[in-house]
């Protein structure tokens, strides 16, 4: 079975895949160390590392190379091309030859607008024929973006029929629109992890099938890594958890 199989299936489990989203090469190893069966990656956190603002095609080289060290792992790999930077057909197959198993692919522009549903659907459809092994998760920002909500389910079956093969929706959706979308569309949906809000199992009830954390995970390490150095300068007790320097070593990626 090839790594872009694996990923299909890793869709009609009957649990949702909980897709935790790394940013450099240490932070998809130590996943894959914690056990998940597939990594993706933030694009908030591969701008930031690289002192790059997210969502406006700045990150198209790191976003790539990264990409091509992350393939190299035991798990599928997914990549978060936003909106396809300034060649996405071209950048699909640079992808599918890495060894990559699939890619998101945002209908937002410049993180203000909304693509027109049939230039993206056309857009899809080109991605799949340049690179048909890798799943496509159309990415649709209606409510991410808080616009238009209510084409939020034309476009994804529009896209599905385009040959997306999923749809993930970021955002704040209650129950009844999680289950309308998830009826409505004929290829797995894919939810961004809410703290506070809906649980993996909640939504694996409502038929969602993969759940990713975003850019919550990236996030988190940088608050954690203030927090422990305000907690050096204060002389308090360091929080437990943290690896060590022998852990951190292992971690590294094979070419």
């Given amino acids: 079975m090839t790594v872009q199989e694996t990923f299909r299936r890793l869709h009609h489990m009957p649990h949702p895949l909980v897709l935790p989203n790394a940013w450099d090469c240490a932070s998809a190893a130590a996943l894959v160390a914690a056990g998940f069966p597939a990594i993706g990656t933030t694009s908030l956190g591969v701008a930031a590392i690289a002192g790059l603002v997210d969502g406006v095609g700045s990150t198209r080289d790191q976003t790539l190379a990264l990409a091509r060290?992350?393939?190299t792992l035991p798990v599928p790999v997914t990549i978060d091309i936003e909106a396809g930077?300034?060649?996405?057909?071209?950048?699909?197959?640079?992808?599918a030859h890495a060894g990559v198993?699939?890619?998101n692919l945002e209908d937002s522009r410049a993180g203000t607008s909304l693509a027109d549903p049939d230039d993206q659907a056309d857009l899809i459809a080109?991605?799949?024929?340049?690179?048909?092994?890798?799943f496509l998760n159309a990415r649709v920002d209606t409510y991410w973006l808080d616009i238009d909500t209510p084409a939020t389910i034309s476009r994804a079956r529009?896209?599905?029929?385009?040959?997306?093969?999923?749809?993930?929706?970021?955002?704040?959706l209650d129950e009844p629109t999680i289950a309308s979308l998830v009826a409505s569309v004929p290829v797995p949906i894919n939810l961004l992890y809410q703290p506070g809000g809906h649980t993996v199992d909640g939504l694996g009830e409502l038929g969602v099938r993969r759940v990713s954390t975003g850019s919550l995970l990236f996030r988190a390490a940088i608050g954690a890594a203030v927090e422990t150095a305000l907690t050096v300068r204060h002389n308090s007790a360091l929080p437990t958890g943290i690896p060590s320097y022998a852990e951190i070593q292992d971690l590294h990626i094979q070419n």
């Fill in 69 to 71: 060290r992350l393939a």
């Fill in 85 to 95: 930077f300034d060649d996405p057909v071209t950048l699909a197959r640079e992808l």
């Fill in 101 to 103: 198993a699939g890619i």
């Fill in 126 to 134: 080109a991605v799949k024929s340049a690179a048909p092994q890798l």
């Fill in 158 to 172: 529009r896209y599905a029929e385009a040959g997306a093969d999923g749809v993930f929706v970021p955002g704040a």
